[in-house]
């Protein structure tokens, strides 16, 4: 058999493998402290830090013996000329029947209003930083004898909004079968309008508290600043709202004067207030005003905005 007569010999002296590691680091650091900042660097690269976004919850302090907090949203019905009168607190203005509501509708129980905080007034600049979702089936409903008892009355005209015959004939043989009947007009026995009190027990809870960071390395503000929005589950549209009325055939409204309420969170006891905010009224206070939401009287108010 023929083969190749080779012959591999091993030396005697040491094995080396070389491995081809980066020499153009700085020595002084510390090869210790070099590979501690290299294993830092590849988790951070591929394991999300660990970060507490654990909340807290803080309730308003108001003057209100209960500590009841105050949103009234008006909506308009005659366009931009300035008059008080011209806002209601009620949904019908937005296409949304007093029927509808007694008969929660889904065009009723999907709309909400919707509050975005963010950490500065200026549009150009700001971040959002949270927002709050309020559902509208929680509102404070209409009284007989107020200043909007006529939002109460049933109506039994076709061809008016909120036409309602059930509730009308059913409130018409309720009054013929009392022992003192008082004829027409007849009125709803509950009907939401777009005010709103929250306190800190039941539904009106909700609204109530506000949550917002424990661990106050993440994010440091104590202040932000409130605008509105009301989605419309009848048309599909969002109605914009401003602190204050319009003024009279204005449209190109002064940022941020009409936007926003400011909120002050207060770390030590977990409360927090909302002021009024405008830099024209109240320039000698960078823009603060007085405390809103104590009582119906100095409610959070905020008016729907009219497009030209």
Not at 69 to 79: A, E, L, P, T, W
Not at 178 to 196: A, V
Request: charged letters at 20%; hydrophobic letters at 30%; aromatic letters at 16%.
């Amino acid at each position: 058999m023929t083969v190749n007569r080779i012959k591999i010999k091993t030396g005697g002296g040491d094995k080396m493998v070389t491995i081809p590691f980066a020499t153009d680091f700085d020595e002084s650091l510390g090869r210790e402290q070099l590979i501690n900042l290299y294993e830092r660097a590849e988790m951070q690269d591929n394991v999300n830090i660990t970060q507490d976004f654990e909340t807290t919850r803080y309730s308003p302090d108001t003057t209100h013996t209960d500590k009841h907090i105050f949103y009234d949203m008006q909506f308009n019905s005659g366009g931009a000329t300035g008059n008080p009168v011209d806002y209601l607190p009620d949904y019908f203005l937005v296409g949304i029947s007093h029927k509808d509501i007694i008969e929660r509708k889904e065009n009723f129980i999907k709309s909400f209003f919707k509050f975005d905080f963010y950490d500065t007034p200026n549009p150009q600049t700001q971040r959002l930083y949270f927002s709050i979702v309020n559902p509208i089936n929680n509102g404070k409903s209409f009284v007989k004898g107020s200043q909007y008892d006529w939002n109460l009355q049933i109506n039994n005209d076709p061809l008016n909004i909120n036409y309602d015959n059930i509730s009308y004939l059913q409130s018409e043989l309720a009054d013929l079968n009392s022992t003192s009947p008082t004829g027409p007009p007849y009125y709803y026995d509950k009907l939401e309008s777009s005010m709103f009190e929250f306190s800190s027990v039941g539904k009106l809870a909700e609204n109530y508290y506000i949550n917002w960071l424990k661990n106050r390395d993440l994010v440091t503000y104590n202040v932000f600043y409130m605008s509105c929005k009301f989605f419309n589950a009848e048309t599909g549209k969002t109605h914009k709202f401003i602190n204050k009325i319009q003024p009279a055939n204005t449209y190109n409204l002064n940022l941020p004067d009409y936007y926003y309420y400011q909120l002050i969170l207060n770390p030590l006891n977990f409360t927090y207030i909302f002021n009024e905010f405008d830099l024209t009224i109240h320039s000698s206070n960078n823009g603060i005003g007085p405390q809103v939401g104590s009582s119906a009287g100095s409610a959070i108010k905020f008016y729907e905005y009219v497009n030209p």
